[in-house]
């Protein structure tokens, strides 16, 4: 089953934050963090397990709440280069599914 | 470098003919996946395999056919049994099953 994100989709003004969340219905092992720009292939952001600690990549962070199966990803100070489609991607703890979300639209106005 | 290579980037295929996209790693990743990704919409996975001569449908695996002959070659066959073969396909990689995945450059399919 397709984890849950939201916003759909965001606009910002460069240096403004922002959260995207992601969700899902089943007990989760993982969550994997990816960005898109357009026509691009996406690339890999973060990963975080269960159990594990919030994560940062620069001005980018993200956690994982075990109890609600969700995770968020933190976008401080936003660049123009952040602009892109944000997917979750979640495992579940089988081992078995891992699954893409739907995305999140970002984009960075001047 | 280290990587996963797709060709072509782009191909025109006429309707009724079946066309096969080329996904190499040199990365010695045991799982290699197929993502289609429409204008605007997710990745939706095709096929994806674990281990060599072994491989799994998707969620939209219906019109496609693989092949994991050798542990770094994962070619994708658009049948002509696919109704709307046009979109950006992905073919991805990842040392095993849920670790971090790593996406090639994409190969745009056309029909004409």
């Known amino acids: 089953q397709q984890p849950v994100q939201s916003p759909q989709a965001v606009i910002l003004r460069e240096g403004e934050d922002a959260v995207i969340n992601c969700s899902s219905s089943k007990a989760l092992y993982s969550v994997h963090w990816y960005r898109q720009k357009h026509g691009e292939a996406p690339v890999f952001l973060m990963i975080?397990?269960?159990?594990?600690e919030q994560k940062g990549h620069e001005k980018i962070s993200a956690s994982f709440n075990e109890k609600k199966q969700q995770s968020s990803l933190y976008l401080t100070a936003s660049q123009l280069s952040y602009s892109g489609t944000y997917f979750c991607?979640?495992?579940?703890?089988?081992?078995?599914?891992?699954?893409f979300g739907p995305g999140t639209r970002l984009s960075v106005l001047p | 470098d280290g990587g996963i290579t797709q060709s072509p980037k782009y191909l025109f295929r006429k309707e009724g003919q079946n066309v096969t996209l080329s996904c190499e790693q040199n990365?010695?990743?045991?799982?290699m996946y197929w993502y289609r990704q429409d204008p605007g919409q997710g990745l939706r996975l095709i096929y994806y395999s674990q281990i060599v001569n072994d491989f799994q449908k998707g969620d939209i695996a219906e019109g496609y056919s693989v092949s994991r002959e050798k542990k770094e070659s994962f070619p994708l066959t658009v049948t002509s049994a696919q109704k709307n073969p046009t979109a950006f396909y992905l073919c991805a990689s990842s040392m095993g099953y849920g670790n971090t995945i790593y996406f090639g450059e994409g190969s745009w399919l056309t029909v004409v």
């Open positions: 990365l010695n990743h045991d799982a």
């Open positions: 991607g979640a495992q579940d703890n089988y081992g078995q599914n891992f699954v």
């Open positions: 975080l397990l269960k159990g594990g």
